[in-house]
């Protein structure tokens, strides 16, 4: 069974520090990793995709990916109560379908 | 701005009913997916068609469920008969096969409530 695991949290940061979400996976094929951002009540909307080993950084994201070590970490900087939300991570089968975590519930503190 | 719609966005229905949910995808999009997300299972995969032909539904339970693309800006997923475990919201993701990365956008959702 492959697999995308995360923890579920509550991951509770002060406004202003650096969140870190993090997500490993059981299949060394998967070659592209998706985080997806879900406020409550509504749908999922991409945040950062990533498929080379290393940082991948878009404003205040950066996406890390280590395929030797299965798994794929999303740091958020300077965090916001807007950033509150359940964070969803992907990765891609051979088949090219994605297979989901349970996703991590942040909570940003004002 | 594309995005991808969803029809209803809220059902509520009894149990042994038949409920039709429909998408339109981005257009240019080939690639649709189904999924159900509950707060135990997460978002479940239920269907994935690629230029309207089904390439994986084994997500989906057989004997009650079905999905079809009549055309390429229509996806429909039926549930008959409706049971109330099959409360959840449903929603449909596009993407583009050209897309190595293949992203997919996600609809508003349907929210079923089965009584």
């Known amino acids: 069974q492959k697999e995308v695991e995360q923890n579920s949290g509550p991951l509770s940061v002060p406004e202003g520090a650096i969140a870190s979400l993090n997500c490993t996976y059981s299949?060394?094929?998967?070659?592209?990793f998706f985080w997806y951002r879900q406020y409550s009540g509504k749908s999922p909307e991409l945040i950062m995709s990533?498929?080379s080993n290393g940082d991948k950084e878009d404003g205040r994201f950066t996406a890390q990916l280590n395929k030797a070590s299965q798994y794929v970490s999303l740091l958020i900087r300077d965090s916001q109560p807007s950033d509150s939300a359940t964070y969803l991570c992907a990765g891609t089968a051979n088949n090219r379908k994605l297979i989901w975590g349970l996703g991590t519930s942040l909570a940003v503190n004002p | 701005d594309a995005r991808v719609t969803q029809t209803p966005r809220h059902k509520v229905t009894e149990m042994g009913q038949e409920v039709t949910m429909r998408c339109q995808p981005i257009?240019?999009?080939?690639?649709v997916f189904w999924y159900r997300q509950t707060m135990m299972q997460g978002l479940e995969l239920l269907a994935y068609f690629r230029n309207r032909a089904p390439l994986d539904d084994s997500g989906m339970p057989k004997d009650r469920f079905s999905a079809e693309m009549p055309d390429a800006t229509l996806a429909t997923l039926k549930i008959q008969p409706s049971e109330p475990r099959d409360s959840a919201v449903y929603f449909c993701?596009?993407?583009?096969?050209?897309?190595?990365?293949?992203?997919?956008?996600f609809g508003p959702g349907t929210r079923l409530l089965v009584l």
């Open positions: 299949d060394r094929g998967s070659q592209s």
């Open positions: 990533i498929y």
């Open positions: 993701a596009s993407g583009s096969s050209g897309d190595y990365q293949e992203t997919q956008y």
């Open positions: 257009l240019g999009h080939n690639t």
